[in-house]
């Protein structure tokens, strides 16, 4: 299946994250396309794709990165025909964890998508890769 990550990232962990599942995903035999909305723009082409996620940090009492949040305001395309996966990082030492996630996750379903999969929320920087690609083979198994 094709499948696009929109994210956003601000140190560049978020980043790396949605390249490691980039990679996963390709080895499992999906083709995927990665979508900084700073870098790329807020109006992503999503018909060539079966699968979106998306996924961003959390900076300070809970909010989502800046651009990411311009991008959620923006967006108006209905996600119903598309299987949805939603990653968030965070700091666990706060109470607001992952936030980020729990806001996309209210995004897509403004935007009348439905996860196929639970969140996934990374503490920190994974240094251990195994929760995330149980979630990718998790979400795998969901969109083929």
Not at 109 to 127: A, Q, R, S, T, Y
Request: aromatic letters at 10%; hydrophobic letters at 40%; proline letters at 3%.
């Amino acid at each position: 299946m094709n499948v696009l990550i929109i994210f956003e990232t601000q140190n560049g962990t978020t980043q790396y994250v949605a390249e490691v599942m980039q990679k996963e995903l390709s080895l499992l035999g999906h083709n995927v396309d990665l979508h900084s909305v700073k870098a790329k723009g807020a109006d992503p082409s999503l018909e060539k794709y079966g699968a979106i996620l998306f996924g961003a940090p959390t900076y300070e009492d809970g909010k989502l990165e800046t651009a990411m949040k311009v991008f959620t305001v923006r967006f108006s395309k209905d996600l119903s025909q598309y299987k949805i996966g939603v990653f968030g990082l965070g700091n666990s030492t706060f109470p607001q964890f992952c936030f980020s996630a729990m806001i996309l996750e209210e995004f897509v379903h403004k935007n009348h998508g439905e996860l196929c999969v639970p969140l996934l929320k990374i503490d920190g920087f994974p240094d251990d890769l195994t929760h995330i690609e149980s979630w990718i083979k998790q979400l795998s198994e969901k969109i083929l």
